[in-house]
């Protein structure tokens, strides 16, 4: 299963929002877990652009597995990636 990554905001929110709602005694087990998650170090992620989402990619169509990368000249497959993958859109990441 792939990882998902949230930002520390975002869950802060979302526990904020479960405290609000529930009773006292279950409220304090989530203040504690979310002081716990402030002190866990940040992990080191980096967004990137999947090969089938990438402009540099050309697929013959939906069903097809593999693409032609025109950066490198080489079959990828739908869910690989590399640092020079740009978005078809136009973003980098």
């Known amino acids: 299963m792939a990882e998902r990554y949230?930002?520390?905001?975002?869950?802060?929110?979302?526990?904020?929002?479960?405290?609000a709602a529930m009773p006292s005694s279950f409220a304090n087990g989530i203040i504690t877990v979310r002081h716990k998650l402030s002190v866990i170090p940040a992990a080191d992620v980096v967004p990137v652009v999947r090969c089938e989402e990438c402009a540099y990619c050309e697929w013959k169509n939906e069903v097809c597995t593999y693409g032609w990368c025109k950066r490198i000249s080489?079959?990828?497959m739908r869910g690989e990636y590399c640092s020079d993958g740009e978005r078809r859109d136009g973003n980098k990441e």
């Open 74 to 76: 080489t079959f990828k």
């Open 6 to 19: 949230y930002s520390l905001t975002e869950l802060v929110k979302m526990m904020d929002n479960l405290v």
